[in-house]
């Protein structure tokens, strides 16, 4: 998104991705080629508009006139745009699944990044809904476990009003521990070691949770 809105207006201003008219003409180009090429590829299971979508993107840099709506009706636009050229895939718009309470308990809830999820949630090209959640990364510092439990039941009950499927993407908190193993690979690969913070290591709870979801989708053929 950063690219088009240099290359192109020339503004370090994120938000101008969604709202530009040359900008939102050459990324349709993009997408109709993109998406055309691959419209009867089965292995694909969904489009999604972007990693992300946030007013101020990554860098903070905006116009200021950025709102929830602004992204809303990008996203109407676009989900629109990708069905009329292929009927064949689910679109989603892979958000973090943020919503617009001005008074909500804390940041995530509070619509400052230009998301509205229930109110995308309604749009009828958009097949499902995503969300993600990181409570250390949005400086929710008490208990991780309570917040993101509440997290995930405030999007089931958006789910079940919108009557629209619901999927979390992405989700982590941090630990301060590595496994001796991922070190292997550093001395036959790039020299770099991988550690984000949010890998899942083997005999953990959640590696033995995918297991066994793995597992109960594989026995369904």
Avoid at 41 to 65: D, F, H, M, Q
Wanted: charged residues 15%; contains cysteine; proline residues 5%.
């Amino acid at each position: 998104m950063g690219v088009y809105v240099k290359q192109i207006p020339g503004s370090a201003n994120h938000d101008l991705f969604y709202t530009d008219l040359a900008v939102k003409e050459a990324f349709n180009k993009y997408v109709k080629g993109f998406v055309s090429r691959y419209k009867n590829e089965p292995t694909i299971v969904a489009w999604e508009l972007a990693n992300e979508p946030r007013c101020k993107g990554s860098t903070g840099n905006w116009s200021g006139t950025c709102l929830t709506t602004t992204i809303t009706e990008w996203a109407t636009e676009m989900s629109a745009y990708i069905k009329s050229i292929d009927s064949n895939h689910l679109v989603a718009i892979g958000d973090e699944g943020f919503y617009n309470q001005p008074n909500g308990p804390n940041y995530p809830y509070q619509g400052g990044e230009g998301i509205d999820f229930n109110a995308d949630l309604k749009i009828p090209s958009i097949d499902f809904g995503t969300f993600h959640a990181y409570p250390g990364s949005w400086a929710q510092s008490g208990n991780a476990t309570l917040w993101g439990v509440q997290w995930i039941k405030d999007h089931a009950a958006s789910q079940k009003a919108a009557n629209n499927p619901v999927i979390i993407e992405e989700f982590g908190v941090t630990s301060d521990k590595v496994a001796s193993i991922t070190q292997a690979g550093s001395y036959v690969s790039t020299g770099q070691t991988w550690d984000d913070g949010y890998t899942v290591f083997p005999n953990t709870t959640e590696y033995k949770l995918q297991a066994q979801h793995a597992a109960a989708l594989k026995a369904r053929g």
